[in-house]
């Protein structure tokens, strides 16, 4: 009877925990994988913003790949601009997903920075936004500011792609 109840506890809890690590935010620009990801549970919270879905022409010589690192451990998202931290963020056990999108690496006036906030405790997330009274809410909440990962639109412009934000708790 003991170990029948030893094995219930245990299940409870694996079951706790797989639940607790499937929560974080996604980003695309891809309607199919947006809607994939709302059939597996994600929360659409609108468009961040517009980015590029192709590297740039001559027109927009200042943009750069945004490479997608993904954790099945923590269901974690990671999205960075720097090649070495997407290989570190494989080294560590996270899947390589290629690149997800090109955004802008230079300010100017038209464009808002996309803030790099990242939650240091399990179950981690990196969390993406334009908006600086987002960001500064969610360090209030425990995540650290990592920078800014680039700069996108936030009206909608030819050639530009909505970028999706969703969200599982």
């Known amino acids: 009877m003991k170990s029948n109840a030893s094995l219930i506890f245990l299940t ?16 695309t620009t891809n309607r199919a994988k947006r809607d994939n990801a709302i059939a597996q549970g994600y929360q659409a919270q609108g468009i961040v913003g517009y980015v590029f879905n192709k590297p740039s022409p001559s027109k927009r010589p200042s943009t750069g790949p945004i ?9 974690d998202q990671s999205y960075t601009n720097s090649l070495d931290e997407h290989k570190h963020a494989i080294s560590l056990g996270y899947q390589d997903m290629g690149i997800s999108w090109y955004m802008y690496t230079k300010s100017k006036a038209c464009r808002a920075p996309l803030y790099i906030l990242f939650k240091p405790t399990f179950p ?8 600086r009274a987002e960001a500064d809410a969610a360090i209030a909440k425990g ?16 050639q530009a792609s909505p970028l999706y934000q969703l969200y599982k708790a």
């Open 12 to 27: 409870v809890l694996l079951a706790a925990i797989a639940t607790v690590a499937q929560a974080g935010h996604f980003y």
């Open 143 to 158: 995540y650290l500011e990592r920078g800014i990962l680039g700069y996108l639109y936030t009206d909608s412009k030819k």
């Open 124 to 131: 981690y997330d990196h969390y993406y936004t334009a908006k």
């Open 67 to 75: 490479y997608h690192a993904y954790s099945s451990y923590s269901q």
